[in-house]
């Protein structure tokens, strides 16, 4: 199960990262004067009887009376149907430092409440598997097994990260940690000293726009914004390469993602705007050992609400990928 993580370092990543923008980033709440909503689906790996499935929402909002932003995120992981699932609850602040006239830093933290559970009755051990059915009888009754049941399934912490975020009208970089606390994910109380906890994750993002017209209320502002991420969890990690690009009411885009051993997806975007709303979808073409035959790539949908009005709001940077 560990494996299948690999790809992603460990920790469920969005292909369409700039779609879950405070998922990517807490530095990254509050880019938008009124409520900005985000709504995030990806199917990962389908053809291995829907593997990983993860679920995000989450809304942010910037105050300039404190010259903070604030969001709230909601994500599920779902992996192998119910067998592993994890749900997540976080709280976001940031706070924004004008540097000079064309430049902006802004410090982002993050507390979450996580939980996670183990289905006992979705787990098939050796002793279950007959030479003839497999983990079931002819009459398709599941096979007993000896193993003893743990006590308990399920473990609940807390996780914390923090960001930063340099921006200007036309570039952005910027550095996560996550897990600072490194929290214990162990359901069995035994051998604690064994368990090192979470490992932190390191992120790193930058990018550009270069802006084709500016837009005003009645059409939508055009854009080509080359981007990377790059994130290290323990032995794990991924560099993400390509360019967003924006052309009034259609947005589309192609990245390449490369483990740290192996080269792993190449991704196509396409999607719509109109007004505040955005709708995207995006395609995980796999080129690794895992062919794209046997896995059947991943797939995402991304939903986005920004209900900013475009006539009253000049933010002057490079976040339109972002909303």
Not at 34 to 60: E, G, K
Not at 135 to 141: E, I, R
Not at 215 to 227: E, H, L, M, V
Not at 228 to 254: E, R
Request: some cysteine; glycine content about 12%; overall charge neutral.
């Amino acid at each position: 199960m560990m494996w299948g993580f690999s790809a992603h370092a460990q920790d469920p990543i969005f292909s369409q990262y700039y779609a879950a923008p405070i998922q990517l980033n807490p530095a990254f709440a509050g880019n938008t004067y009124s409520p900005h909503i985000a709504i995030n689906y990806r199917n990962q790996w389908p053809s291995l009887n829907q593997a990983y499935v993860t679920y995000a929402v989450s809304y942010s909002q910037f105050f300039k009376d404190f010259n903070s932003g604030i969001g709230l995120m909601v994500l599920t992981d779902d992996a192998g149907q119910g067998l592993y699932k994890t749900t997540k609850v976080s709280g976001v602040y940031s706070y924004k430092l004008k540097i000079n006239e064309s430049l902006n830093l802004k410090l982002g933290l993050e507390g979450s409440l996580v939980r996670i559970n183990l289905n006992w009755e979705k787990l098939i051990f050796p002793d279950q598997i007959g030479p003839e059915f497999g983990a079931v009888s002819g009459g398709g009754t599941p096979f007993p097994t000896q193993e003893i049941r743990p006590d308990n399934l399920s473990n609940s912490y807390f996780d914390a990260s923090a960001g930063l975020l340099l921006y200007s009208s036309n570039f952005y970089a910027g550095v996560t940690t996550k897990h600072l606390n490194t929290p214990n994910e162990s359901f069995l109380e035994i051998n604690e000293n064994l368990d090192g906890g979470l490992p932190l994750r390191l992120g790193l993002h930058a990018g550009y726009e270069f802006k084709i017209n500016e837009g005003n209320k009645k059409r939508q502002a055009s854009f080509i914004s080359p981007n990377v991420m790059f994130v290290k969890q323990g032995d794990f990690g991924q560099l993400n390469i390509g360019a967003y690009g924006n052309l009034g009411a259609i947005f589309g885009g192609l990245w390449y993602r490369q483990g740290f051993s192996n080269p792993d997806a190449a991704i196509a975007l396409i999607g719509f705007q109109s007004g505040g709303y955005k709708i995207g979808y995006s395609y995980d073409v796999t080129i690794s050992k895992l062919t794209l035959g046997r896995s059947g790539g991943s797939h995402e949908i991304s939903l986005i609400m920004n209900f900013d009005k475009p006539e009253k709001v000049d933010y002057n940077d490079c976040f339109g990928l972002f909303r």
